[in-house]
Each structure stands twice: as structure tokens, then as C-alpha cells.
């Protein structure tokens, strides 16, 4: 079965009465119908050649994607047919065998034929109803609908033909001459019957039919091959849309994309009063409360004491030329409260959908979800509604029970298509055909308060296939925070130190907002000067300010100061305002210098300076020997960071003796390089 919008029950009602500038129809509700759509289970395939001499054949059918765009869901029902003229296929329905005839109120269906060989249009399938006129239980008359009798015949193409509209042929091809109301009524008793051949072959009363050399106009039904779909049957206004060939539809995903001051994405503010285009008070707010997507919405205010019939609107054109029954998924979020002294409680925002008919471009009906026809609707709280699955009304409000569902609609009206609800006397304004509405009655259900809108989902089928549905999400916001952040630096140390980066939002959100990192080298390398860091940062609701740390890796080796990044992306309710920061490592070791050379008496002379100089520092010179470092003087620098001294100890010709020195400054122990001296 294939249904694009999943009815549900009507629910109790909570009705207000609203009218708007633009919708065309009187506000009179369209008969409420029982409406249907179904598969093809009630329907089967038959063949046989030249009854009652010839026999069964087996049947040249099947389901098939398209062809083309079907005119209901992705696939139709093909019949073939070969050489012989005599090949009689049929798909036919028992599901109306028993019903008088007068009962049947509407007879649709679409078709499309071509041929498979040879030249020369092809004669559509046609469909025949087979009644009992005297109530014994057979077939008295065979009433022909041939589309060749009643309009012209393009192959290749699907059209669509109104049995109940049209005209009929009684038991062989006459040229159609009576209709089935005529005939209903000259035969007040005839009723579909199943007059069946032999026991083994059912033979529903409602065929549609290709081949026997009976496809009307004279014309034959050979080499081609014959597609149907979309056969709606009317029975006491009980209505039933047959959606032939079944087949399943790709889901296409949804994209989210948000609409805030800078970015519309499609969407427009307008509004309106009796008279006059008006100035939208429409805003992109933080809230209320939590919205159900991000952290804002679009809110829309009405003041009794400003205008009375004022309409607030927020509408796109993007799903103008979208068929209704195209449509899957619309589901949108509201917020109503009334403004501080008002004890009324307020009715949200609604849906209306501008919709042509005829196929003359302009609104035939307006459709209006509204959502206290719907469920009961709370004060000072988000409320999500299910529009694709809920009822909608017709022209006007007259509540739930006059309600009627999408599917409702589209089996009354299968090629609906959503349009522009245009104002033509005022062309410079764009008025797409769907809209999310406040206001308009005058009434106090929608009048002195605040009405917010979020998270508005529409799916539809590709318009080319009918096969994949895609979606869209609309995240309404007002201009979001921007983050940045600062440059920072620190000395390098000797145990770890870390560089803190400042990271700040530009206002304050309603939720949470985040931001993701990473750092990456500039002379400091990754491993050896910092260690590598990435991840997300969340400045909670109501803050503005975050940081990020990284773990700087000290040495002692005195090097130039260096610098590393740190780069923001990815940021969520919020945008990058300045996403790149420096952190420099400052250098704060000391390097030793060391020098010794051969003085008098066979002496060592050793001298001792640093970088950065150390004024008063402890130097201590170890001379290296067989058993280890041994020191052999130790002072301290002097007021220019300098010592130069002749050590104590004399040594022999040709000795070698290898020298270094220590320095301890407030940031720890440094060494120096060794050096050797060979005493001459």
C-alpha cells in the first residue's frame, strides 16, 4: 500500500476562527469524504484469446518502474501485448462485484500506450464494467469506456480520462453513446456482478483491458504495450485512489540549514492587514526557553492596540509547482504566550498551503493545519506538530471535525499542486505558497501576545522520479555569537608549563556552544617543545568565556623562544569570528660558557660566562678523571655574570686534563660543554 501521508484521527478541537488577505475560496468547508489510497492487492492479472472457443493465457503483465513519472508513486501496471490481435489481457478488481451501479460517483484513470513494433499510434487500455441488469447473476451489458471516444489519443504521454464524465458504449464500440448516469438511470436496478467462465477464474465486474481487437475507434491493439495507474473509484462518495505497480521510495536524507538575519534560505517576512502590505515585526530571538533546535527562534508579536487585522507571515516559494501528494514529511515547532496582562491563552502559529486544482496557475483552495484542530495546545511551552500526518482545514477554520487529511484531499484532488498566492496588484511582492501565519481574525485567540516558530521539517519526491524523497531542515535563529580567540605565551621552565589560550564568546546564548580545536607547529615542534592537542570546547549556556590549555616541554637548553597555533573550527550555535592564536614558549634557560687553557706554572686558567648573564650565580669547575667528576673550585660570578681563575693544581708535560663548569641560576642547574687541555 502505498500512502505519501499516513492519516490519523481527528482529535479534539480547539478552533479559532482566522481569515487572511490572499486566500482564495469561500470559507465554506469541501464535503468531508472517507478517503482511500491503496496498493494493486485487490487487483489481478487475466488473459485469454477468443472465448468461448480459445482459452486461458498466461498473462503478459507486470509491474514496472514508470514510465517516465508515474502518475501516483514511483511505478504502474504494463500490460503487453504481441502479434496476435486476438490476445486478450485484463487487470481487473472483484472489490466492486455486488455494488449497484447508480452507487458508483466517481471513475477514473490514467494510462499510457506506445507501440513495440511497426508504425502507427496505439489505442490506450480501456476499461469495462459488466452488469446484471435483472438480477440472475450474469452479465447482461458490457459498458465500454474508450478514450478514443472521448478525446484525443496521444501516445507516449500519460493522460487521464473521467469514465464517470464521459461517455460509454454498451456491449461493442458504438462511437459513446450514453453515459453511466444515463444508463443508471434508464437501468435503476443493474449492478456490477462477477459473472465468472468456470469456477476457476474469477472475473471481477471492473476491468481495465488490452487487445480483442476491441480497443475503440476500430483501431487494433497490437505490438506495444499499455500502462495504467492511478484508477480512483468512487462508491457513495466513499472514495479510493488505487495506486498501481506499488514500488518504494529512496530516502534522500535531510539537510539542516539555518535561517538567521544574514542567511534566508528561502524564506520571507511579510505582513498584511485588510488593506494595506504592512512593515513585518518578525524577529530572530535567543529562546524562549529551550528551543527544540539550537538556541533561537522566529518570534512573531501582535498588539491589539497597533492593528487589529494585522497578519504576520513567514513563507517561502521553494515548494511553489510541488504536487501535494509529493509531499512526505512537515512537522514544525511553536511557542505561544500572551503578553503580561492578558489572560487569553494564545493559539500558535499556523500552516497554509496555497494550492491550485485546475492546473490554471492560480489558488483554487487553501489549506490551513492548525494546530489546535490537532491536539491541545499549551501556553509558554515548545509543542511539536506533525502537519504531514495531521488534518488540515479547507478555505477557513471549522474545526476538527470538518477536517480532512492530506490523502483526504489528494484522492479528491490528485494533481493538486502548491502555487504562488500572488496579489497581482502588488507585483513587487513574492508570495510563495506556503506560509506559517499569525493573526488575521481580530479575535482575541491570537492577539496581544508573542508566538514563536522553530525547527520547521518539509520533505517531498524528486518532482523528475518520483522515487527519491529528500528533505529539508530549517533551524530559525537570530544572528549567532561569534568565538575567538587570544594570543598567549609563557616561560618555557624546567618541570612543564602551559600555555592558557583565552577563548571568548561575543554575547552570551540561550544553549550551549562549542567550538573544536587543534593545535598545530610554528618553530616549536609537536613532541619536543608541546605536546599536541585537539579536541572541542563548550562555553555553557549564559557564559562567554572558555580556555584551552597546552602542555609546554621544558629543557635546559638555552634556544630562541618559539611559537606554536592553535586554530578554531567547527564552531556549533555560533560562528568563528577570529580562529587562529600564537602561543609563544619564552626561553628562560641559561647557557654556559667555558673556556680552558694552559696559565702559568703548568696551571689551568678557566673562565666561566652565561647567557643571560647571572650576576652572583654559584660556579663550581669539576676536572674529569678516571673515578669521576672531581671538583676543583667553586665561587661565584661576578657582577657582569663573568669568573676567570687560575686553578690550584699544576700538572706535568704532555698531561691531558679535561674541565667543565655548573652555573645554578633561579631556573636550575646548568652545565657546561667539556673541554681538554694539554699542558705544554
Not at 492479472?45 to 472465448?51: M, V
Not at 459498458?143 to 501516445?155: D, E, K, R, S
Not at 650576576?615 to 678516571?626: D, E, H, I, L, Y
Request: proline residues 5%; hydrophobic residues 35%; negative net charge.
Amino acid at each position: 500500500m502505498h500512502s505519501p501521508l499516513r492519516r490519523v484521527g481527528l482529535l479534539a478541537a480547539g478552533a479559532i476562527v482566522l481569515s487572511s488577505l490572499g486566500a482564495a475560496g469561500a470559507l465554506a468547508a469541501e464535503p468531508k469524504k472517507t478517503s482511500t489510497i491503496e496498493g494493486s492487492s485487490a487487483w489481478y492479472p487475466q488473459a485469454y484469446e477468443n472465448f468461448p472457443s480459445g482459452g486461458y493465457l498466461t498473462p503478459r503483465q507486470s509491474d514496472v518502474a514508470g514510465p517516465q513519472r508515474a502518475p501516483f508513486g514511483t511505478n504502474s501496471h504494463r500490460i503487453e501485448i504481441g502479434e496476435s490481435s486476438a490476445q486478450t489481457e485484463l487487470y481487473r478488481t472483484n472489490a466492486y462485484d455486488g455494488v449497484n451501479l447508480s452507487d458508483l460517483t466517481r471513475l477514473e484513470y490514467s494510462e499510457l500506450a506506445r507501440p513495440t513494433a511497426g508504425g502507427g499510434d496505439r489505442q490506450p487500455a480501456y476499461l469495462r464494467l459488466s452488469v446484471d441488469t435483472d438480477n440472475n447473476g450474469t452479465t447482461d451489458d458490457s459498458l465500454f469506456f474508450y478514450p478514443a471516444n472521448n478525446g484525443t489519443v496521444v501516445n507516449n504521454t500519460w493522460q487521464h480520462w473521467d469514465v464517470a464524465g464521459g461517455t460509454i458504449d454498451v456491449n461493442g464500440d458504438n462511437g459513446g453513446t450514453t453515459t453511466l448516469a444515463q444508463y443508471a438511470d434508464a437501468n435503476p436496478d443493474a449492478t456490477l456482478v462477477n459473472d465468472k467462465y468456470d469456477p476457476n477464474h474469477d472475473a471481477g465486474a471492473l476491468s481495465l483491458i488490452v487487445g480483442g481487437a476491441l480497443g475503440g475507434d476500430t483501431d487494433p491493439q497490437i505490438n506495444g504495450e499499455y500502462f495504467v495507474d492511478r484508477v480512483i473509484v468512487g462508491e457513495n462518495d466513499a472514495d479510493t485512489l488505487y495506486d498501481l505497480g506499488g514500488g518504494s521510495e529512496l530516502n534522500g536524507g535531510t539537510s539542516d540549514l539555518t535561517v538567521d538575519p544574514a542567511h534566508s534560505q528561502g524564506w520571507q517576512h511579510q505582513a498584511y492587514d485588510n488593506v494595506d502590505y504592512l512593515t513585518s515585526n518578525q524577529t530572530f530571538v535567543d529562546g524562549p526557553g529551550t528551543p527544540p533546535a539550537g538556541g533561537g527562534s522566529l518570534r512573531f508579536t501582535l498588539n491589539s492596540g497597533e492593528n487589529p487585522d494585522r497578519v504576520e507571515l513567514f513563507r517561502t516559494t521553494q515548494y511553489d509547482d510541488t504536487l501535494v501528494r509529493d509531499l512526505r514529511t512537515i512537522t514544525f515547532s511553536t511557542f505561544a504566550q500572551a503578553n503580561a496582562g492578558n489572560a487569553t491563552p494564545q493559539q500558535p502559529a499556523y500552516l497554509r498551503l496555497s494550492v491550485d486544482n485546475d492546473g490554471d496557475g492560480g489558488t483554487d483552495d487553501s489549506l490551513y493545519y492548525y494546530p489546535a484542530n490537532n491536539g491541545t495546545v499549551a501556553q509558554g511551552t515548545w509543542q511539536n506538530w506533525d502537519a504531514g500526518n495531521g488534518v488540515w482545514n479547507v478555505n477557513g477554520d471549522q474545526g476538527a471535525a470538518a477536517a480532512v487529511t492530506l490523502d483526504d484531499y489528494v484522492v479528491a484532488h490528485p494533481d493538486a499542486t502548491i502555487v504562488e498566492n500572488a496579489d497581482s496588484s502588488v507585483p513587487a511582492q513574492v508570495d510563495g505558497g506556503t506560509a506559517f501565519l499569525v493573526g488575521g481574525g481580530g479575535g482575541a485567540a491570537q492577539m496581544n501576545g508573542s508566538y514563536f516558530l522553530d525547527k520547521i521539517t518539509i520533505s517531498k519526491v524528486d518532482a523528475a522520479t518520483g522515487k527519491t524523497v529528500a528533505g529539508k531542515r530549517f533551524d530559525l535563529e537570530p544572528t549567532p555569537p561569534t568565538f575567538s580567540i587570544g594570543d598567549t605565551s609563557v616561560s618555557e621552565g624546567n618541570r612543564g608549563a602551559t600555555l592558557t589560550f583565552p577563548v571568548t564568546l561575543s554575547r552570551p546564548f540561550a544553549v550551549a556552544t562549542s567550538v573544536d580545536y587543534a593545535t598545530s607547529n610554528g618553530g616549536a615542534l609537536a613532541g619536543s617543545d608541546y605536546r599536541a592537542k585537539s579536541g572541542t570546547l563548550t562555553i555553557p549556556a549564559g557564559s562567554t568565556t572558555g580556555t584551552i590549555r597546552v602542555t609546554v616541554i621544558s629543557d635546559r637548553v638555552r634556544e630562541a623562544s618559539e611559537y606554536m597555533r592553535v586554530t578554531l573550527s567547527a564552531p556549533v550555535h555560533a560562528t568563528v569570528a577570529d580562529g587562529g592564536a600564537i602561543g609563544r614558549i619564552v626561553n628562560d634557560d641559561t647557557r654556559v660558557g667555558f673556556v680552558a687553557v694552559q696559565g702559568i706554572d703548568h696551571r689551568v686558567r678557566a673562565s666561566v660566562t652565561t647567557l643571560a648573564a647571572a650576576p652572583g650565580a654559584p660556579v663550581k669547575v669539576f676536572r674529569v678523571s678516571a673515578s669521576g667528576p672531581q671538583q676543583v673550585f667553586f665561587s661565584h660570578l661576578n657582577a657582569s655574570g663573568r669568573i676567570s681563575v687560575l686553578l690550584g693544581a699544576e700538572y706535568r708535560v704532555g698531561r691531558k686534563a679535561t674541565f667543565y663548569a655548573t652555573v645554578r641560576t633561579a631556573n636550575g642547574l646548568y652545565t657546561s660543554a667539556r673541554m681538554q687541555v694539554t699542558i705544554r
